[in-house]
Protein backbone atom coordinates (compact mmCIF):
# COMPACT_ATOMS: atom_id res chain seq x y z
CA UNK A 1 0.00 0.00 0.00
CA UNK A 2 1.45 3.38 -1.17
CA UNK A 3 1.01 6.26 1.74
CA UNK A 4 0.58 9.82 0.67
CA UNK A 5 2.35 12.00 2.85
CA UNK A 6 0.41 13.85 5.93
CA UNK A 7 1.43 17.63 6.78
CA UNK A 8 0.16 19.94 9.40
CA UNK A 9 -2.49 22.18 8.62
CA UNK A 10 -1.56 26.21 7.28
CA UNK A 11 -1.56 27.32 11.01
CA UNK A 12 0.29 24.52 12.09
CA UNK A 13 3.30 25.42 9.83
CA UNK A 14 4.79 28.79 10.83
CA UNK A 15 8.40 27.93 10.48
CA UNK A 16 10.18 26.19 7.62
CA UNK A 17 11.07 23.07 9.16
CA UNK A 18 9.54 23.46 12.14
CA UNK A 19 9.41 20.01 13.05
CA UNK A 20 12.87 19.31 11.29
CA UNK A 21 14.64 21.72 13.77
CA UNK A 22 12.38 20.38 16.69
CA UNK A 23 9.86 23.50 16.77
CA UNK A 24 12.91 25.51 18.27
CA UNK A 25 13.13 28.63 15.64
CA UNK A 26 16.65 29.28 17.13
CA UNK A 27 18.18 25.89 15.84
CA UNK A 28 19.89 26.26 12.52
CA UNK A 29 20.66 22.82 11.88
CA UNK A 30 19.96 19.06 11.43
CA UNK A 31 22.60 16.48 10.50
CA UNK A 32 21.08 13.86 8.47
CA UNK A 33 22.75 10.85 7.01
CA UNK A 34 21.87 9.56 3.52
CA UNK A 35 23.31 5.95 3.51
CA UNK A 36 23.39 5.30 -0.21
CA UNK A 37 24.71 9.24 -1.30
CA UNK A 38 22.48 11.27 -3.68
CA UNK A 39 22.23 10.30 -7.56
CA UNK A 40 25.07 11.99 -8.43
CA UNK A 41 27.05 12.31 -5.51
CA UNK A 42 26.81 8.74 -3.99
CA UNK A 43 29.90 9.11 -2.27
CA UNK A 44 28.80 11.81 0.09
CA UNK A 45 26.75 10.75 3.11
CA UNK A 46 26.95 13.07 5.65
CA UNK A 47 24.73 16.40 5.21
CA UNK A 48 23.16 19.00 7.07
CA UNK A 49 19.64 20.92 6.13
CA UNK A 50 20.02 24.53 7.44
CA UNK A 51 16.95 26.60 7.59
CA UNK A 52 17.24 29.97 6.31
CA UNK A 53 15.64 32.65 8.45
CA UNK A 54 15.93 35.06 6.30
CA UNK A 55 14.36 33.09 3.37
CA UNK A 56 11.32 31.21 5.24
CA UNK A 57 10.44 28.36 3.90
CA UNK A 58 13.46 27.73 2.32
CA UNK A 59 16.44 25.62 3.42
CA UNK A 60 19.73 24.70 2.14
CA UNK A 61 21.03 20.86 2.25
CA UNK A 62 24.59 20.50 1.93
CA UNK A 63 27.23 17.93 2.00
CA UNK A 64 29.56 17.88 5.10
CA UNK A 65 31.98 15.54 2.99
CA UNK A 66 32.51 18.21 0.48
CA UNK A 67 30.67 21.31 1.54
CA UNK A 68 31.04 22.94 -1.98
CA UNK A 69 27.87 20.69 -2.79
CA UNK A 70 24.99 22.72 -1.92
CA UNK A 71 21.21 22.93 -2.89
CA UNK A 72 18.30 24.94 -1.94
CA UNK A 73 15.35 22.63 -1.20
CA UNK A 74 11.74 23.47 0.67
CA UNK A 75 9.74 21.11 2.14
CA UNK A 76 6.57 19.34 0.22
CA UNK A 77 4.07 20.99 2.85
CA UNK A 78 4.53 24.35 1.56
CA UNK A 79 3.38 23.20 -1.92
CA UNK A 80 0.24 22.79 -3.45
CA UNK A 81 1.26 19.83 -5.08
CA UNK A 82 1.68 18.16 -2.20
CA UNK A 83 -1.09 15.60 -2.00
CA UNK A 84 0.40 14.65 -5.62
CA UNK A 85 3.54 13.13 -3.98
CA UNK A 86 3.17 9.56 -3.11
CA UNK A 87 6.33 7.76 -1.78
CA UNK A 88 5.56 3.92 -2.14
CA UNK A 89 6.34 1.82 0.77
CA UNK A 90 8.99 -0.12 -0.58
CA UNK A 91 10.56 3.24 -0.54
CA UNK A 92 10.22 4.76 2.72
CA UNK A 93 11.86 1.22 4.40
CA UNK A 94 14.69 1.88 2.98
CA UNK A 95 15.40 4.53 5.42
CA UNK A 96 12.52 2.47 8.19
CA UNK A 97 9.95 4.89 7.71
CA UNK A 98 6.77 2.59 8.43
CA UNK A 99 4.26 5.03 7.38
CA UNK A 100 3.74 8.01 5.15
CA UNK A 101 3.26 10.34 8.05
CA UNK A 102 6.43 9.68 10.02
CA UNK A 103 8.31 11.16 6.27
CA UNK A 104 9.56 14.58 6.57
CA UNK A 105 9.66 15.40 2.79
CA UNK A 106 11.65 18.05 1.11
CA UNK A 107 11.82 19.00 -2.92
CA UNK A 108 15.09 19.75 -4.58
CA UNK A 109 14.73 23.56 -6.38
CA UNK A 110 16.52 25.03 -9.25
CA UNK A 111 16.02 28.40 -11.81
CA UNK A 112 14.87 27.66 -14.92
CA UNK A 113 16.93 29.55 -17.35
CA UNK A 114 14.94 30.00 -20.03
CA UNK A 115 11.94 31.37 -17.45
CA UNK A 116 13.82 32.74 -14.42
CA UNK A 117 11.30 31.28 -12.23
CA UNK A 118 12.20 28.78 -9.40
CA UNK A 119 11.23 25.20 -9.95
CA UNK A 120 11.12 22.27 -7.90
CA UNK A 121 11.59 18.41 -8.89
CA UNK A 122 8.42 16.77 -7.76
CA UNK A 123 9.71 13.17 -9.14
CA UNK A 124 12.66 12.80 -7.34
CA UNK A 125 11.95 14.52 -3.55
CA UNK A 126 14.27 13.96 -0.47
CA UNK A 127 12.75 11.59 1.97
CA UNK A 128 14.00 11.79 6.04
CA UNK A 129 13.38 10.08 8.97
CA UNK A 130 13.53 12.47 11.68
CA UNK A 131 13.99 10.16 14.34
CA UNK A 132 17.16 8.01 12.70
CA UNK A 133 18.07 11.12 11.13
CA UNK A 134 18.70 9.43 7.72
CA UNK A 135 17.41 10.07 4.41
CA UNK A 136 17.70 9.06 0.53
CA UNK A 137 16.27 10.83 -2.60
CA UNK A 138 13.53 8.51 -4.00
CA UNK A 139 13.14 8.72 -7.78
CA UNK A 140 9.13 8.12 -8.31
CA UNK A 141 7.72 7.10 -11.80
CA UNK A 142 4.48 9.35 -11.91
CA UNK A 143 4.94 10.88 -15.15
CA UNK A 144 1.88 13.47 -13.94
CA UNK A 145 4.66 15.20 -11.85
CA UNK A 146 6.69 17.80 -13.13
CA UNK A 147 10.29 17.61 -13.39
CA UNK A 148 10.04 21.79 -12.91
CA UNK A 149 7.16 22.63 -11.06
CA UNK A 150 7.19 26.47 -10.63
CA UNK A 151 6.81 27.97 -7.06
CA UNK A 152 4.99 30.98 -8.67
CA UNK A 153 2.46 28.92 -9.53
CA UNK A 154 2.06 26.37 -6.59
CA UNK A 155 3.28 27.70 -2.93
CA UNK A 156 0.96 27.65 -0.18
Do not use: W
Not at 1 to 11: G, R
Not at 70 to 88: A, D, H, N, R, Y
Not at 129 to 137: H, I, P, S
Request: net charge negative; aromatic share 8%; with cysteine.
Amino acid sequence: MNEQINTPTNQQQDLAGSVLFGGDEHSQEVKIEFPFGLPGFEVFTRFKISALQDYQPFCVLQSEDEPAISMLIIEVKFLTIQEKIVIPDKELRKVNILRGQDALVFLILKVNHKTHELTANTRAPLVINLEAKKGFQAILEDASLPLEYSLAKGLN
